[in-house]
């Protein structure tokens, strides 16, 4: 199993482009997040999707979208980059809930640098 | 203020040496308390979960103890190796709700 990957792995982005950020996992996790974590900062969870076709909204949404077609993908998207959105972004996944005391697996992270 | 409080923000020991590090919270009551290692450049990798009524928790040279009453957690690290080098977070869960901690740097010197 790979696990979680997410590609890229780096990436420059000029103030006002867009972007999409890819996750994908081969464990059959229903449960799929997508998190930031700024320098000196816990991760912050950006959306989140219980399964197929069903997103939310987490802490820090704004000037995110996501969707979610299929069990194993769920990317994040960009569409209008601000210096702010410089971050690295961490896609989770899980087999259930956190009161299923369900273990998030993170993928590797992207790191996002937005000029 | 964030919820979870980590620390030291920074630690160095000698390879060999044990360590204590120290999670402070304040949302309560909670699901569950984790701890997690993130090794520099990678994702965070669960190391013990531990349930409000739980008061200790092992894994390998990794123990975590969660006082209720006190709102403390800490993760213990029994001789230690160069590659427990990294950063630990704790993390506190409310109704699904992951509040997660700034993490304490760790750095094990030969």
């Known amino acids: 199993n790979a696990g979680v990957t997410q590609t890229p792995k780096f990436r420059i982005l000029k103030i006002g482009q867009s972007m999409t950020l890819q996750c994908a996992q081969d464990?059959?996790?229903?449960?799929m997040y997508w998190y930031r974590q700024d320098p000196g900062m816990g991760l912050k969870l950006i959306y989140y999707s219980v399964g197929a076709g069903i997103t939310d909204k987490g802490e820090v949404p704004n000037g995110y979208n996501v969707s979610r077609s299929t069990t194993e993908d769920f990317p994040l998207r960009l569409e209008l980059a601000a210096p702010s959105q410089t971050s690295v972004y961490f896609c989770a996944s899980s087999f259930g809930g956190d009161r299923g005391r369900k273990t998030q697996y993170f993928g590797p992270g992207t790191r996002l640098l937005v000029l | 203020k964030n919820q979870v409080e980590q620390s030291p923000q920074s630690l160095i020991i000698l390879e060999g040496k044990n360590c204590t590090l120290q999670c402070n919270y304040t949302v309560s009551p909670f699901s569950n308390l984790r701890w997690y290692k993130q090794d520099t450049g990678r994702g965070p990798v669960s190391l013990t979960i531990?349930?409000?009524?739980?008061n200790t928790k092992s894994n390998g040279r990794y123990t975590a103890t969660l006082d209720a009453d006190t709102k403390q957690s800490s993760l213990h690290i029994t001789a230690s190796q160069l590659s427990d080098s990294a950063s630990y977070i704790c993390?506190?869960?409310?109704?699904?709700?992951?509040?997660f901690g700034t993490g304490t740097r760790l750095t094990i010197i030969p």
């Open positions: 464990m059959n996790h229903n449960y």
């Open positions: 993390v506190v869960s409310v109704n699904e709700k992951l509040t």
């Open positions: 531990m349930t409000f009524s739980e």
